[in-house]
């Protein structure tokens, strides 16, 4: 029988066509941060109070503030009302006969409002008016993307293990550069709305889509590295957002046509993308596996052999006519127990990685004075956290380098709450940042690794999902402060060390072989080298190797040595 690995080493585990196209791929999931955090500017707000008259603009003082707005002491600063106004009329010149004998009555702003335009020059909450008892609107708009982001990975994560990756990897990037452009004119709060859903929706299943397509087609050890820098990508273009936002002075419609037409640059991409090998051998499509393999080696200058799924085709032959073929479901992730362990605590880390992350991005206006530069520099404490978790994840291991970052953040976020010392809140805030950045590539990396190709694509859909759901609770957290002003950052910060504690319940899977079937996770040599060194990982695997069709009753070891002979001598050559 042949195996994956080793036809995959025979055409280049890393050559020229692999690199061209994980740099498509890495290049426009780090895209889809635009999509998952431009509600941080397209949303935003600011101070603001009772409109008395058109045209009236935003003052921190003034005889006409004074007049019309209640407010309280507290301390020695003043806070103005914002939802209120005294029953004045100023229609007449303004006199102290206006203001003096003025009652205590106060009306809504039943005129609208003036926002503190410093930092924002047009957002959704000044156009919609998304204050006040509108102020759950605000928290919709930005709960909406991750929201979209549950539908989006369960419907494509079923559509990439029944239909493949390319298909999918292009309905969702031609489908997310439409929407991205026609939300920029929308008319209504409601529209912009469903702009955002659907980006949600087409946004993460082509970045789940697209990273699993990336692991299937490249060698071991290049798998964290590849998903390593499409996350640095990721905070490039957090980055990039952000100064985006800083020159167009926060005007939303103006930064979401921009994002739209950067997006437009990787449509050539949908000629360019091949189905995934290793998944058209798990669908016994081996002549269309060897046209893309051929694909491979032609542009890594490499050759190969037509003959090399000769075997699988004769005993694929043999096997009865009225043989269905298994079609695999969410509920296959639950079947068996070590598969539905793992995907339990992977949930459960997804689920915390999307809580703390989207707490800490959506919000960054909280932090610091100047919302850009905050945002700017919340995306670029994550590069070095990025390339750690490469770092640690070559060196370490996945296991414990994900529970090391869980844990750290966790902390540091609560440490973050302590009073009266800005520096230290920043600081720990920007460790959380750090760790919550290298957590997400680690989990990546590691439900790439841990589920099976046949449900690859709906395990990480699934995962993905509870992270959708974490996000999504996020905004809503932040509305605690005004019960106890630390407590959203303490929730957060016990969200994040209490799931990393489970994570050394895993297998390790650096330097490991990607499970093909369920029957693969459950076997011996896939899941019992918790706290084994490397060398014997490797001969288990060496060992104890399940071929690429697993129905078939395997050959003898002679035939398999001399099938595995052939199979080199004709697909290797020496470059």
């Not at 469903?194 to 299937?216: D, H, N």
């Not at 491979?296 to 490499?302: D, G, S, T």
């Not at 910060?493 to 297998?507: E, I, K, Q």
Request: charged share 15%; proline share 4%; aromatic share 12%.
């Amino acid at each position: 029988m042949t195996h994956f690995e080793d036809i995959l080493e025979s055409v280049g585990s890393f050559g020229r066509y692999q690199k061209l196209q994980c740099f498509f791929v890495m290049m426009y999931c780090g895209l889809t941060s635009f999509q998952h955090l431009g509600n941080t500017f397209y949303s935003a707000s600011a101070d603001h109070y009772c409109k008395v008259y058109d045209n009236q603009s935003f003052e921190h003082t003034s005889l006409v503030k004074n007049c019309t707005i209640p407010y309280t002491t507290k301390g020695n600063g003043i806070v103005w009302d914002s939802c209120e106004r005294y029953d004045v009329n100023l229609t007449q010149e303004l006199s102290p006969s206006v203001c003096l004998p003025r009652s205590n009555e106060t009306l809504g702003c039943d005129q609208g409002w003036v926002y503190d335009k410093t930092w924002y020059e047009n957002t959704v909450v000044f156009e919609y008016d998304l204050v006040c008892d509108n102020d759950w609107m605000k928290q919709l708009s930005k709960s909406i993307v991750p929201v979209g982001n549950i539908i989006g990975v369960l419907a494509f994560g079923q559509m990439s293990d029944t239909y493949g990756r390319r298909p999918v990897s292009i309905i969702t990037l031609v489908l997310t550069v439409i929407i991205t452009i026609a939300t920029t004119f929308s008319p209504t709060y409601t529209s912009f709305v469903v702009g955002q859903f659907f980006l949600g929706v087409f946004a993460i299943s082509l970045a789940i889509c697209g990273q699993v397509l990336v692991t299937e087609i490249v060698g071991i050890k290049y798998r964290a590295m590849c998903i390593a820098f499409g996350h640095v990508n990721w905070c490039l273009c957090y980055m990039l957002l952000g100064a985006i936002a800083w020159l167009c002075n926060g005007k939303w419609r103006m930064i979401q046509l921009i994002t739209g037409l950067i997006w437009m640059l990787f449509l050539p991409y949908i000629f360019f993308v091949t189905e995934s090998p290793m998944w058209l051998i798990q669908k016994h499509r081996y002549d269309d596996c060897v046209t893309v393999l051929k694909r491979f080696a032609h542009f890594n200058r490499r050759s190969l052999s037509d003959d090399i799924f000769e075997e699988e085709k004769t005993l694929l032959k043999q096997k009865p006519d009225g043989t269905k073929k298994p079609k695999y479901t969410l509920f296959d992730l639950l079947r068996t127990r070590n598969l539905r362990i793992k995907t339990a605590i992977m949930c459960l880390n997804w689920f915390s990685c999307g809580f703390v992350y989207y707490g800490i991005s959506l919000n960054t206006d909280r932090i610091g004075d100047n919302p850009y530069t905050t945002f700017i520099l919340s995306g670029f404490v994550e590069i070095p956290g990025r390339l750690l978790a490469w770092f640690l994840m070559g060196y370490i291991g996945r296991r414990w380098s994900l529970c090391g970052c869980q844990v750290i953040g966790g902390v540091a976020l609560i440490l973050s709450t302590i009073p009266n010392l800005p520096a230290l809140t920043i600081a720990m805030v920007m460790l959380t940042k750090f760790c919550i950045g290298a957590v997400a590539t680690n989990l990546f990396v590691y439900g790439l690794e841990l589920f099976p190709t046949v449900v690859r694509s709906i395990g990480m859909g699934l995962t993905s999902m509870c992270f959708g759901i974490g996000s999504m609770v996020s905004p809503y957290v932040i509305l605690l402060e005004d019960i106890w002003g630390p407590l959203p950052f303490v929730i957060m910060g016990c969200m994040s060390v209490v799931p990393g504690l489970t994570v050394p319940v895993l297998p390790e899977t650096r330097d490991v072989d990607l499970p093909g079937t369920i029957e693969d996770v459950e076997s011996n040599t896939w899941t019992m080298y918790n706290g084994r060194d490397k060398d014997t990982q490797k001969q288990s695997q060496t060992e104890e190797k399940q071929p690429l069709f697993m129905e078939c009753e395997p050959k003898n070891m002679a035939t398999e040595d001399k099938v595995y002979g052939t199979l080199r001598d004709k697909s290797r050559i020496d470059v």
